[in-house]
């Protein structure tokens, strides 16, 4: 099968691997159909696709990626409406706001999106650790630091 969406172009996927989420997402609730597409081979960015509606589009990460040592702290009946029984099925991703200025793009952590990779059943929910937010920033230097880096 494929998708078409104006914002990352045509995306081929098998519909097995379509995650289902109940409750939508947090200001989406009314779309429950995505997918999950590489962002690229040089970055560890990906693209959460409605097939609800193709023209939303999340980027998303694993947020290890972003925070060394991230906890992943959440009640016990997330992971029950997940249908999770090891901790190896479960898939977090944070996603991310990307501004005109990319060295402000930064990551929601407070409301992370899992994903059960074995029954593909997906949910947003709120992460409990006071050290996270909702805009953890990504790249932690600043931007004349990033500059002479470049």
């Known amino acids: 099968m494929e998708v078409l969406s104006s914002r990352i172009g045509?995306?081929?996927y098998r519909s097995e691997e379509t995650i289902w989420?109940?409750?939508?997402?947090?200001?989406?609730?009314?779309l429950h159909r995505f997918i999950l597409a590489q962002g690229g081979a040089e970055t560890f960015f990906h693209y959460?696709?409605?097939?609800?509606?193709?023209?939303v589009v999340f980027v998303v990460c694993?947020?290890?990626t972003v925070v060394g040592g991230y906890v992943l702290s959440?009640?016990?009946?997330?992971?029950?409406?997940?249908?999770?029984?090891?901790?190896e099925e479960?898939?977090?991703?944070?996603?991310?706001?990307i501004p005109e200025r990319i060295e402000d793009m930064t990551v929601n952590l407070l409301g992370p999106v899992l994903v059960n990779a074995g029954n593909f059943k997906g949910r947003q929910v709120i992460d409990h650790n006071p050290d996270y937010?909702?805009?953890h920033r990504v790249f932690?230097?600043?931007p004349a630091q990033l500059a002479a880096a470049g």
Request: negative net charge.
């Open 10 to 12: 045509r995306i081929e």
């Open 21 to 30: 989420f109940e409750e939508g997402l947090y200001g989406f609730e009314h």
């Open 133 to 135: 937010s909702t805009k």
């Open 48 to 55: 959460l696709i409605s097939l609800d509606d193709p023209q």
């Open 90 to 97: 479960l898939l977090t991703f944070a996603i991310a706001t």
């Open 62 to 64: 694993d947020p290890k």
């Open 74 to 87: 959440i009640q016990r009946r997330e992971y029950d409406a997940l249908g999770v029984k090891a901790p």
């Open 140 to 142: 932690s230097a600043q």
